[in-house]
T-cell receptor, first 111, second 115 residues
Framework: RKEVEQDPGPFNVPEGATVAFNCTYS??????FFWYRQDCRKEPKLLMS???SGNEDGRFTAQLNRASQYISLLIRDSKLSDSATYLC????????????FGTGTRLTVIP | GAGVSQSPRYKVAKRGQDVALRCDPI?????LFWYQQALGQGPEFLTY????????KSGLPSDRFFAERPEGSVSTLKIQRTQQEDSAVYLC?????????????FGPGTRLTVL
Protein backbone atom coordinates (compact mmCIF):
# COMPACT_ATOMS: atom_id res chain seq x y z
CA ARG A 1 0.00 0.00 0.00
CA LYS A 2 1.30 3.42 -0.92
CA GLU A 3 2.02 5.87 1.88
CA VAL A 4 -0.11 8.56 0.26
CA GLU A 5 -3.00 7.82 -2.05
CA GLN A 6 -4.96 10.09 -4.33
CA ASP A 7 -7.66 9.61 -6.90
CA PRO A 8 -5.75 10.20 -10.14
CA GLY A 9 -8.80 11.63 -11.88
CA PRO A 10 -9.06 13.20 -14.32
CA PHE A 11 -11.53 15.67 -12.93
CA ASN A 12 -13.12 17.69 -15.72
CA VAL A 13 -15.09 20.63 -14.40
CA PRO A 14 -16.61 23.73 -15.99
CA GLU A 15 -15.27 27.18 -15.25
CA GLY A 16 -16.70 28.57 -12.07
CA ALA A 17 -17.33 25.18 -10.50
CA THR A 18 -16.18 24.11 -7.07
CA VAL A 19 -14.05 20.98 -6.96
CA ALA A 20 -12.56 19.03 -4.06
CA PHE A 21 -9.79 16.45 -3.90
CA ASN A 22 -8.98 14.13 -1.07
CA CYS A 23 -5.73 12.47 -0.23
CA THR A 24 -5.32 9.70 2.33
CA TYR A 25 -2.15 8.86 4.21
CA SER A 26 -1.33 5.58 5.85
CA UNK A 27 0.98 6.58 8.69
CA UNK A 28 -0.84 8.14 11.62
CA UNK A 29 2.43 9.68 12.78
CA UNK A 30 2.51 11.93 9.74
CA UNK A 31 3.24 15.42 10.93
CA UNK A 32 3.22 17.85 8.05
CA PHE A 33 1.16 18.07 4.92
CA PHE A 34 1.30 20.12 1.75
CA TRP A 35 -0.39 20.53 -1.57
CA TYR A 36 1.79 21.02 -4.64
CA ARG A 37 0.69 21.94 -8.11
CA GLN A 38 2.40 20.47 -11.18
CA ASP A 39 1.68 21.70 -14.67
CA CYS A 40 2.24 19.37 -17.61
CA ARG A 41 5.95 18.74 -18.13
CA LYS A 42 6.83 21.25 -15.43
CA GLU A 43 8.20 20.94 -11.93
CA PRO A 44 6.02 20.75 -8.81
CA LYS A 45 5.43 24.06 -7.06
CA LEU A 46 4.19 24.51 -3.53
CA LEU A 47 0.54 25.54 -3.49
CA MET A 48 -0.10 25.60 0.24
CA SER A 49 0.69 23.98 3.54
CA UNK A 50 -2.08 22.19 5.38
CA UNK A 51 -2.64 23.06 9.01
CA UNK A 52 -4.67 21.19 11.59
CA SER A 53 -7.08 24.09 11.89
CA GLY A 54 -7.52 24.29 8.13
CA ASN A 55 -6.33 27.16 6.04
CA GLU A 56 -7.51 29.26 3.17
CA ASP A 57 -5.68 31.12 0.46
CA GLY A 58 -8.02 32.96 -1.85
CA ARG A 59 -10.10 30.40 -3.71
CA PHE A 60 -8.17 27.49 -2.20
CA THR A 61 -8.98 25.83 1.11
CA ALA A 62 -6.98 23.01 2.65
CA GLN A 63 -8.22 20.81 5.46
CA LEU A 64 -6.70 18.07 7.58
CA ASN A 65 -8.67 15.30 9.21
CA ARG A 66 -6.33 13.38 11.49
CA ALA A 67 -8.98 10.98 12.74
CA SER A 68 -9.67 9.72 9.24
CA GLN A 69 -6.14 10.37 8.00
CA TYR A 70 -6.93 12.47 5.00
CA ILE A 71 -6.27 15.94 3.71
CA SER A 72 -8.42 17.79 1.26
CA LEU A 73 -8.13 20.64 -1.17
CA LEU A 74 -11.14 22.68 -2.21
CA ILE A 75 -11.00 25.01 -5.19
CA ARG A 76 -13.84 27.48 -5.58
CA ASP A 77 -14.77 29.37 -8.73
CA SER A 78 -12.43 27.28 -10.89
CA LYS A 79 -10.40 29.11 -13.52
CA LEU A 80 -8.96 27.71 -16.72
CA SER A 81 -5.53 28.38 -15.23
CA ASP A 82 -6.26 25.96 -12.40
CA SER A 83 -5.87 23.06 -14.86
CA ALA A 84 -2.93 21.06 -13.52
CA THR A 85 -2.05 18.01 -11.46
CA TYR A 86 -2.35 18.48 -7.72
CA LEU A 87 0.04 16.46 -5.56
CA CYS A 88 -0.37 15.95 -1.85
CA UNK A 89 2.62 15.43 0.39
CA UNK A 90 2.84 13.89 3.84
CA UNK A 91 5.89 14.02 6.06
CA UNK A 92 6.25 11.92 9.16
CA UNK A 93 8.84 11.63 11.83
CA UNK A 94 11.98 13.29 10.68
CA UNK A 95 14.36 12.43 7.95
CA UNK A 96 14.40 13.19 4.28
CA UNK A 97 13.07 9.79 3.28
CA UNK A 98 9.89 10.34 5.25
CA UNK A 99 8.49 12.74 2.70
CA UNK A 100 5.92 11.10 0.47
CA PHE A 101 4.15 12.43 -2.59
CA GLY A 102 0.85 11.11 -3.83
CA THR A 103 0.48 10.19 -7.47
CA GLY A 104 -1.40 13.40 -8.13
CA THR A 105 -4.94 14.28 -9.16
CA ARG A 106 -5.37 15.74 -12.61
CA LEU A 107 -7.78 18.64 -12.97
CA THR A 108 -9.00 20.08 -16.25
CA VAL A 109 -11.18 23.17 -16.15
CA ILE A 110 -13.32 23.44 -19.24
CA PRO A 111 -14.51 26.76 -20.74
CA GLY B 1 16.24 35.68 -8.77
CA ALA B 2 17.57 32.45 -10.14
CA GLY B 3 15.72 29.30 -9.23
CA VAL B 4 16.92 25.73 -9.28
CA SER B 5 18.36 24.77 -12.63
CA GLN B 6 19.07 21.34 -14.04
CA SER B 7 20.95 20.13 -17.05
CA PRO B 8 20.52 18.60 -19.46
CA ARG B 9 16.76 19.06 -19.74
CA TYR B 10 16.51 15.96 -21.93
CA LYS B 11 18.81 12.99 -22.20
CA VAL B 12 18.53 9.95 -24.40
CA ALA B 13 20.85 7.10 -23.54
CA LYS B 14 21.38 3.66 -24.94
CA ARG B 15 20.98 0.86 -22.47
CA GLY B 16 24.27 0.31 -20.69
CA GLN B 17 25.52 3.88 -21.04
CA ASP B 18 26.47 6.00 -18.06
CA VAL B 19 24.75 9.36 -17.57
CA ALA B 20 25.37 12.37 -15.33
CA LEU B 21 22.64 14.79 -14.37
CA ARG B 22 23.45 18.16 -12.92
CA CYS B 23 21.57 20.30 -10.41
CA ASP B 24 22.32 23.90 -9.50
CA PRO B 25 20.34 24.73 -6.37
CA ILE B 26 19.33 28.18 -5.25
CA UNK B 27 22.39 29.93 -3.91
CA UNK B 28 22.75 29.55 -0.17
CA UNK B 29 20.30 26.70 0.16
CA UNK B 30 21.51 24.14 2.65
CA UNK B 31 19.36 21.18 1.66
CA LEU B 32 19.25 19.43 -1.69
CA PHE B 33 17.01 16.55 -2.68
CA TRP B 34 16.88 14.29 -5.71
CA TYR B 35 13.61 12.67 -6.78
CA GLN B 36 12.62 10.28 -9.55
CA GLN B 37 9.23 10.81 -11.19
CA ALA B 38 7.92 8.09 -13.45
CA LEU B 39 5.13 8.86 -15.90
CA GLY B 40 1.81 9.28 -14.12
CA GLN B 41 3.38 9.00 -10.68
CA GLY B 42 4.38 11.43 -7.98
CA PRO B 43 8.03 12.17 -7.28
CA GLU B 44 9.81 9.51 -5.25
CA PHE B 45 12.69 10.37 -2.96
CA LEU B 46 16.17 9.27 -3.99
CA THR B 47 18.69 11.04 -1.80
CA TYR B 48 19.28 14.08 0.40
CA UNK B 49 22.25 16.36 1.05
CA UNK B 50 22.78 18.83 3.82
CA UNK B 51 25.54 21.03 2.46
CA UNK B 52 28.13 18.56 1.17
CA UNK B 53 27.06 15.70 3.41
CA UNK B 54 24.86 13.01 1.94
CA UNK B 55 22.69 12.26 4.94
CA UNK B 56 20.22 9.91 3.34
CA LYS B 57 20.60 7.78 0.23
CA SER B 58 18.06 5.16 1.12
CA GLY B 59 15.89 5.95 -1.90
CA LEU B 60 18.54 5.15 -4.50
CA PRO B 61 17.13 2.12 -6.32
CA SER B 62 20.41 0.32 -6.90
CA ASP B 63 24.16 0.66 -6.59
CA ARG B 64 24.17 1.93 -10.17
CA PHE B 65 22.93 5.25 -8.79
CA PHE B 66 25.40 7.62 -7.20
CA ALA B 67 25.06 11.25 -6.13
CA GLU B 68 27.51 13.83 -4.90
CA ARG B 69 27.62 17.46 -3.83
CA PRO B 70 31.31 17.95 -3.13
CA GLU B 71 31.31 21.67 -2.34
CA GLY B 72 27.85 21.95 -0.89
CA SER B 73 26.32 23.65 -3.90
CA VAL B 74 26.10 21.93 -7.31
CA SER B 75 25.08 18.29 -7.21
CA THR B 76 25.45 15.51 -9.74
CA LEU B 77 23.37 12.36 -9.98
CA LYS B 78 25.16 9.64 -11.89
CA ILE B 79 23.54 6.50 -13.22
CA GLN B 80 25.83 3.76 -14.42
CA ARG B 81 24.90 1.10 -16.97
CA THR B 82 21.46 2.61 -17.55
CA GLN B 83 18.48 0.31 -17.89
CA GLN B 84 15.11 0.94 -19.50
CA GLU B 85 13.44 1.10 -16.10
CA ASP B 86 15.61 4.13 -15.31
CA SER B 87 13.58 6.16 -17.82
CA ALA B 88 11.91 8.91 -15.81
CA VAL B 89 12.12 12.58 -14.96
CA TYR B 90 14.78 13.29 -12.36
CA LEU B 91 13.90 16.28 -10.22
CA CYS B 92 16.20 18.22 -7.98
CA UNK B 93 14.87 20.40 -5.18
CA UNK B 94 16.56 22.69 -2.69
CA UNK B 95 15.44 24.30 0.51
CA UNK B 96 16.91 27.08 2.55
CA UNK B 97 17.44 25.30 5.81
CA UNK B 98 17.86 21.80 7.18
CA UNK B 99 14.29 21.23 8.32
CA UNK B 100 12.56 18.65 6.16
CA UNK B 101 9.39 20.69 6.35
CA UNK B 102 11.01 23.72 4.72
CA UNK B 103 9.56 24.71 1.39
CA UNK B 104 11.28 22.83 -1.40
CA UNK B 105 11.90 24.59 -4.69
CA PHE B 106 12.08 22.25 -7.61
CA GLY B 107 14.13 22.47 -10.76
CA PRO B 108 12.56 21.77 -14.17
CA GLY B 109 13.88 18.22 -14.16
CA THR B 110 15.90 16.11 -16.54
CA ARG B 111 13.84 13.75 -18.68
CA LEU B 112 15.89 10.60 -19.18
CA THR B 113 14.91 8.12 -21.84
CA VAL B 114 16.84 4.86 -22.02
CA LEU B 115 16.47 3.01 -25.29
Amino acid sequence: RKEVEQDPGPFNVPEGATVAFNCTYSNSASQSFFWYRQDCRKEPKLLMSVYSSGNEDGRFTAQLNRASQYISLLIRDSKLSDSATYLCVAIYQTGANNLFFGTGTRLTVIP
Amino acid sequence: GAGVSQSPRYKVAKRGQDVALRCDPISGHVSLFWYQQALGQGPEFLTYFQNEAQLDKSGLPSDRFFAERPEGSVSTLKIQRTQQEDSAVYLCASSLDWLYTDTQYFGPGTRLTVL
